[in-house]
C-alpha cells in the first residue's frame, strides 16, 4: 500500500532553515509527480510546491518563491522541500503528497501524515 512518511518539522527561529523529507514506497515512485502543501490552524491546506516525475520541472506558490526549494531523489524515493529565511507565517503543519500521474496538474490521491513547522523566536 501507498506510504508516504515526512520528517524533518521543528521549531526554527525567523530567519532560520528546515529541510523537510518525505519517503514513499508503495508506488512506482518515479512515475508519479510530488507535491507540498501545509495548513495553518484555522486556514484550508495549500499547496507549496510540486515536481514533477522526473524532477526536472516544479512549480511554487508566491509566497515561498525564492525561499523554499522542492527537489527529489527517486534512487532513495524521497522528496525534500529545503525551506530558507523562515518566517512567522510558514508556521503550519506540512503535508507530502502523491499525485495521481507523472505530471503535478494531476491531483493528489495519498498523503502524509504531516510534520509540524514552527518558526518562531
Known amino acids: 500500500q501507498v506510504q508516504l512518511v515526512e520528517s524533518g518539522g521543528g521549531l526554527v527561529q525567523p530567519g532560520g532553515s528546515l529541510r523537510l523529507s518525505c519517503v514513499a514506497s508503495g508506488f512506482t515512485f518515479k512515475n508519479y509527480a510530488m507535491s507540498w502543501y501545509r495548513q495553518a490552524p484555522g486556514k484550508e491546506r495549500e499547496l507549496v510546491a510540486d515536481?514533477?516525475?522526473?524532477?526536472?520541472?516544479?512549480m511554487y506558490a508566491g509566497s515561498v518563491k525564492g525561499r523554499f526549494t522542492i527537489v527529489r531523489d527517486n534512487a532513495k524515493n524521497t522528496v525534500y522541500l529545503q525551506m530558507n529565511s523562515l518566517k512567522p507565517e510558514d508556521t503550519a503543519v506540512y503535508y507530502c503528497?502523491?499525485?495521481?500521474?507523472?505530471?503535478?496538474?494531476?491531483?493528489?490521491?495519498?498523503w502524509g501524515q504531516g510534520t509540524q513547522v514552527t518558526v518562531s523566536a
Open positions: 515536481i514533477n516525475g522526473s524532477g526536472g520541472s516544479t
Open positions: 503528497g502523491k499525485r495521481g500521474g507523472l505530471h503535478y496538474y494531476h491531483p493528489v490521491d495519498y
